[in-house]
């Protein structure tokens, strides 16, 4: 069974780093990119990050790039978003999905639960 689970939100003051966690279990997850969204109530999901685990090829939105890191742990079958000098239009729900490569969009094989981040002024 393939599973996702992402975890590690919480509530952080603006300036201040968070490290999403996305666990995965049920594939082969070298072979799989693992991707990050975010969701606002009222907007649309949009997808932040991602990274290709075969290739280790990384993607950003620019609105993310230059303050969140994405890496993986093949070992623990784990990717994370490190989230650093956050800001309140930073606060979401947070969903890992995976697929065999990045890509846009939302029709993404695999999502997880999401992980609620809160960024005060």
């Known amino acids: 069974e393939v599973q996702l689970q992402a975890s590690g939100g919480g509530l952080v003051q603006a300036g201040g780093s968070l490290r999403l966690s996305c666990a995965a279990s049920g594939f082969t997850f070298d072979d799989y990119a693992i991707g990050w969204f975010r969701q606002v109530p009222g907007k649309e999901r949009e997808g932040i990050s991602c990274?290709?685990?075969?290739?280790?090829?990384?993607y950003y939105a620019n609105s993310v790039k230059g303050r969140f890191t994405i890496s993986s742990d093949n070992a623990k079958n784990t990717v994370y978003l490190q989230m650093n000098m956050l800001k309140p239009e930073d606060t979401a729900v947070y969903y890992c999905a995976a697929d065999l490569k990045c890509q846009d969009g939302l029709l993404w094989g695999y999502w997880g639960q999401g992980t609620l981040v809160t960024v005060s002024s």
């Open positions: 990274i290709s685990n075969n290739d280790g090829r990384t």
